[in-house]
């Protein structure tokens, strides 16, 4: 800002707040004095805080557009809560680590102990947020609606901060209805909106045509490049690390933003793996940032990297829109995103997508509040990406059925910001209806209301309803888990390839049912061998040998859900029982063919559904423990919540749901034989598939489980 002095000597002439900020100098190495006397370094939106109060004092409902880095997040609540002491300023922010990220900085500002004046809500809490001594509170828009569904449709009196309004999420839409249908019954409460240039027309005219107060900031020049895809984003990070090490490049932060957490999870593991080979770990870090973190990791991101040390910061789309590192050297975008689609409202599959120019240019615009940063992009420029938003396209519609009717209203009833699908609407409702979360008067039932204390989806937190009443809740936990991670179990190619030899152990699951030693599988004196010659495709032993270790996970059961858990437990025993560091760890996974970075990312997952929800169904055992459990049971569970995903088998090989026609996967070690199947984890395979004689996108099922008609008729009577 030092380089744009006309800007900021602009800024400076503008009122601030009465009382609030003693100095009125605009330039970010001055520090401030506010009312409680504690000094803050000046931030561009310091000098609209006066305009706000103002129409704070005469407004309900105030819009304002802002931009990435102008310290809004930060100051506003502050500037509100010492306009009105006596009050509770609650923030509401799209994602946990936001939430977290941002009652960091504002603690930091205020002073104290957590739950003083400043506290931060990361999950849906059983404690009513009034009970809390806090007069700043941040919470993610699940919470919130949760606290405003239990009051029936009231806001909690105060003031109320939407921040991200702009970044579509379903909870942030549902929010939205809400405080829409709230804030004309809600009279000692004042919204505060806040979003992008590109939005706040459309906020400002859904809220009745609220008054609308823009801040604006400084920018600088942004330096861009376009990387090959080739290099991808683990060369293009070791050659930044060698512009480091070489001293081209300053001390700072690095974001490297992939399309998903396992794939942020996995390049960080990566990228630490190459540092630490360099012995560099002293001088360059890897932090990660997506929505499996734990509460530390907030504070971390938002403090500056050591003097003379370099970060790299692995993240999803939350780094774009919540999560803002305060010394950030440049930008390194993979172009692709990671969505749900849900075509009729219930079922949902995640498909890449690729990036919009909307969403680059927002990431590009936090790299402008500082001179010298770099925004590289892999594959292709960002200006000649699809102007559309790549948002959430078509969210499912369950969550806003149940949320809404569990208030007492329905979802016809509301005014939404954007138009709901009546049809879309009308599959989730007889979902509902169908799984006895709502009765034919759509008023919420006993089971309606248990799953909307689960931080899950409704079909998923369904599911372990239904597993708490058969105790197999610790099962149907990991379950769920893999299926929101897509599976531990990985393909086998590459290990192949590679010449990996293989223990006794691990060979005698290739001997299916007492057979004798494969062809293919050669007896070493250090193990077992796979010759890859010209007889055999190394694609088709692999896939041979994942059938293998699944069927011996799965023993008689012939149900991928529970290969998955039973591989997961001995996973966890082989970690707790020796003293094995993450390389041999890795080759444990690798000779089993499963997947060691997704065991850790469900791990994280694991944790969080356990934590959130021990209050309502205590656990008999802990997941990761190795105890007996019934199959039937389990896939009973998985059968009522997610109906809609049972298969017949049709006479060319193929299974049908209500989704579309599918093939099961080469490794599921389920019966192709079996009249009736659960399935889940329906991915897409582009192009001509060897067992399918149409072409185009193939749908291949991942998990898949015998079930019998018994069942279906018994859980499902009167539907």
Not at 605 to 634: K, Q
Not at 662 to 670: D, G, K, P, T, W
């Amino acid at each position: 800002l030092a380089e744009s002095a006309e800007n900021a000597s602009s800024l400076a002439k503008r009122e601030s707040p009465m009382g609030l900020i003693t100095h009125r100098s605009f330039t970010r190495s001055v520090k401030v004095e506010w009312q409680d006397k504690r000094y803050r370094e000046q931030l561009p939106v310091d000098p609209f805080l006066g305009d706000l109060l103002k129409l704070a004092r005469r407004e309900r409902v105030i819009i304002v557009s802002t931009d990435r880095r102008t310290g809004a997040t930060t100051r506003i609540p502050q500037a509100l809560f010492f306009e009105r002491p006596n009050t509770q300023v609650r923030v509401s922010m799209p994602r946990r680590l936001s939430a977290m990220a941002a009652g960091t900085r504002i603690l930091a500002e205020m002073g104290g102990e957590r739950r003083e004046i400043v506290n931060w809500q990361t999950g849906v809490d059983r404690k009513r947020q009034d009970e809390w001594r806090a007069r700043v509170i941040l919470m993610t828009h699940k919470a919130v609606v949760h606290r405003i569904r239990d009051y029936a449709g009231l806001l909690p009196d105060g003031w109320f901060v939407m921040d991200d309004a702009h970044v579509r999420t379903p909870e942030g839409d549902l929010l939205l209805g809400f405080l829409r249908a709230g804030v004309e019954r809600s009279e000692r409460t004042g919204l505060v909106i806040l979003t992008n240039d590109e939005c706040a027309d459309a906020f400002a005219e859904y809220f009745d045509h609220a008054p609308l107060l823009q801040i604006t900031r400084s920018h600088e020049k942004v330096r861009e490049g376009v990387i090959s895809e080739g290099l991808g984003m683990l060369g293009t990070a070791e050659t930044l690390l060698e512009e480091f090490v070489a001293g081209d490049l300053p001390s700072g932060s690095i974001l490297l933003l992939e399309r998903g957490r396992e794939d942020a999870s996995a390049l960080a593991r990566r990228l630490r793996h190459r540092i630490a080979a360099r012995q560099l770990s002293h001088r360059i870090s890897v932090m990660e940032a997506h929505s499996m973190l734990v509460n530390g990791s907030s504070v971390q991101i938002v403090q500056p990297a050591s003097q003379g040390t370099l970060r790299f910061i692995c993240g999803t789309d939350i780094l774009r829109y919540g999560v803002t590192p305060p010394d950030i050297l440049g930008v390194v975008d993979a172009m692709t995103v990671r969505r749900l689609q849900s075509e009729d409202g219930v079922e949902w599959s995640v498909r890449n997508w690729p990036l919009s120019r909307n969403e680059a240019q927002w990431t590009r615009n936090m790299l402008t509040a500082a001179p010298g940063c770099f925004y590289l992009t892999i594959g292709r420029p960002w200006g000649a990406l699809d102007p559309e938003d790549a948002q959430t396209i078509k969210p499912a519609m369950t969550e806003h059925v149940l949320e809404v009717a569990a208030s007492g209203a329905r979802v016809e009833e509301m005014a939404w910001l954007y138009p709901l699908d009546p049809e879309r609407t009308k599959g989730a409702v007889t979902y509902l209806q169908t799984v006895e979360a709502l009765d034919a008067d759509r008023q919420v039932t006993k089971i309606g209301r248990r799953m909307l204390e689960f931080p899950l989806d409704p079909p998923l937190s369904r599911v372990l309803v239904s597993a708490a009443q058969k105790d197999v809740l610790p099962e149907a936990i990991l379950a769920v888990a893999f299926l929101q991670i897509g599976g531990i179990f990985s393909g086998g190619l590459e290990s192949v390839k590679n010449g990996t030899t293989y223990s006794r152990e691990v060979a005698e699951m290739f001997f299916l049912s007492g057979r004798r030693c494969p062809p293919w599988l050669e007896k070493t004196k250090d193990g077992y061998d796979v010759n890859v010659g010209n007889t055999f495709q190394p694609r088709e032993i692999a896939r041979t040998m994942e059938r293998s270790i699944r069927h011996a996970f799965a023993r008689a059961s012939g149900n991928d859900f529970v290969a998955s858990i039973r591989a997961y437990r001995a996973f966890k025993a082989m970690e707790r029982s020796s003293q094995m560091d993450e390389f041999l760890l890795r080759h444990w996974c690798r000779e089993r063919f499963l997947n060691y970075d997704r065991i850790c990312l469900a791990d994280t997952f694991v944790r969080r559904i356990v934590e959130e929800a021990e209050d309502m169904a205590p656990l008999h055992h802990p997941p990761e423990c190795d105890i007996g459990f019934s199959a039937t049971d389990l896939t009973k569970a998985l059968m009522e919540g997610l109906p809609y995903r049972l298969a017949r088998r049709e006479e060319n090989g193929r299974w049908r749901n209500r989704s579309g026609i599918f093939l099961l996967s080469f490794a599921s070690c389920c019966s192709r034989e079996a009249p009736l199947l659960l399935t889940a984890g329906v991915t897409f395979s582009q192009g001509h598939h060897p067992r399918d004689k149409s072409n185009g996108d193939v749908r291949i099922c991942q998990f898949a489980a015998p079930v019998e008609e018994a069942w279906v008729r018994e859980a499902f009577s009167s539907h």
